[in-house]
């Protein structure tokens, strides 16, 4: 099979370098990287029962050789770039305030959910998700620990600041503050929100978790 530029890049430059253990890969990082962009936007274009490696590696402009370094499989692959996503996280909010917080948190996960790319990806993996054990697992922890990260240091902070009590129930705080937007977002796919929703949400959540 002819290698191109972007895979032959993936292979031990002939300069002096580090020795590496005999035999082993040297893996370039913008390759890797090269190759989970494409994985998303392969996910988006053709969905996950569509999608193939030979799929993938044109679209990151390598050859086969160069995924299957890294993966052993489509399932691999897809199960390592979702569980990525629960690393990437969402930025913590700091305005000073509870209801503030949440707004800014709002404001940034109605951005990603609505990108294109994850309003193709989120619904195509849920379906999949429920076939494959796998796929499910990886995708409930990816958003689950985003979320859980975020709405736990958000309510600390509150609870710093006296606008919460101490002790607040952690699951139930992640429930007020994610099921709206994923609700609306995710599983009835609002096209347009309406005007201000994202101002009353926080509103409305900050005085939830305030009665707590």
Do not use: C
Not at 6 to 12: F, G, M, T
Not at 177 to 200: A, D, F, H, Q
């Amino acid at each position: 099979m002819t290698t191109n530029a972007a895979e032959s890049a993936d292979e031990p430059p002939a300069r002096p370098r580090r020795r590496t253990p005999a035999g082993a890969a040297v893996l370039r990082e913008d390759v890797t990287e090269a190759i989970r962009a494409a994985v998303f936007e392969e996910l988006a274009a053709v969905g996950y029962a569509r999608m193939s490696i030979e799929g993938i590696a044109r679209r990151a402009g390598v050859g086969k050789t160069a995924v299957y370094r890294r993966w052993r499989s489509k399932l691999h692959l897809v199960l390592d770039v979702v569980s990525a996503m629960a690393v990437t996280g969402f930025p913590v909010p700091d305005t000073g305030s509870l209801e503030g917080d949440l707004r800014l948190l709002y404001e940034v996960t109605s951005r990603a959910l609505r990108h294109p790319v994850a309003s193709q990806i989120i619904p195509d993996l849920q379906a999949e998700a429920a076939r494959n054990p796998e796929i499910a697992e990886a995708f409930q922890k990816a958003l689950r620990d985003g979320q859980e990260g975020v709405a736990s240091r958000i309510v600390a902070a509150a609870e710093g600041r006296g606008e919460v009590r101490a002790g607040v129930d952690p699951d139930l705080a992640l429930d007020l503050i994610s099921g709206p937007l994923y609700w609306r977002s995710v599983v009835i796919r609002s096209p347009k929100l309406p005007k201000g929703y994202l101002e009353k949400l926080a509103r409305a959540t900050a005085g939830a978790l305030k009665a707590l």
